[in-house]
Nanobody, 124 residues
Framework: QVQLVESGGGLVQAGGSLRLSCAAS????????MGWFRQAPGKEREFVAV????????YYADSVKGRSTISRDNAKNTVYLQMNSLKPEDTAVYYC?????????????????WGQGTQVTVSS
């Protein structure tokens, strides 16, 4: 079992930045693909970013590409999502997820473990 706890969310003005963290416990995440997803009110959960085991491969949703960076520190069992130039449409609950195997999947159904989420609110 892997337990995931997100932090770093909050209220920020448009154009600002936030760094989300996802701390894992229970097992090392070094052999897990890690992803970030988000869900806005009234909308379905959507993929944001994913990173491979060693961090050498990353992939982003078009909506955040160029504004966000996913990274991981396996020694600290933690994954990060740096978000810059935030927009009101980035407002959502952001979830961290872990997936066994090596495929950097973008579908939430492919992930085995989920955190409880952290709220990000971007004001205009």
């Amino acid at each position: 079992q892997v337990q995931l706890v997100e932090s770093g969310g909050g209220l920020v003005q448009a154009g600002g930045s936030l760094r989300l963290s996802c701390a894992a416990s229970g097992r090392t995440i070094s052999t897990y693909v890690m992803g970030w997803f988000r869900q806005a009110p009234g909308k379905e959960r959507e993929f944001v970013a994913v990173i491979s085991w060693g961090g050498g491969s990353t992939y982003y949703a078009d909506s955040v590409k160029g504004r966000s960076t996913i990274s991981r520190d396996n020694a600290k069992n933690t994954v990060y999502l740096q978000m810059n130039s935030l927009k009101p449409e980035d407002t959502a609950v952001y979830y961290c997820a872990a997936r066994g195997g090596s495929i950097t999947a973008t579908h939430g159904a492919s992930y085995d473990y989920w955190g409880q989420g952290t709220q990000v609110t971007v004001s205009s």
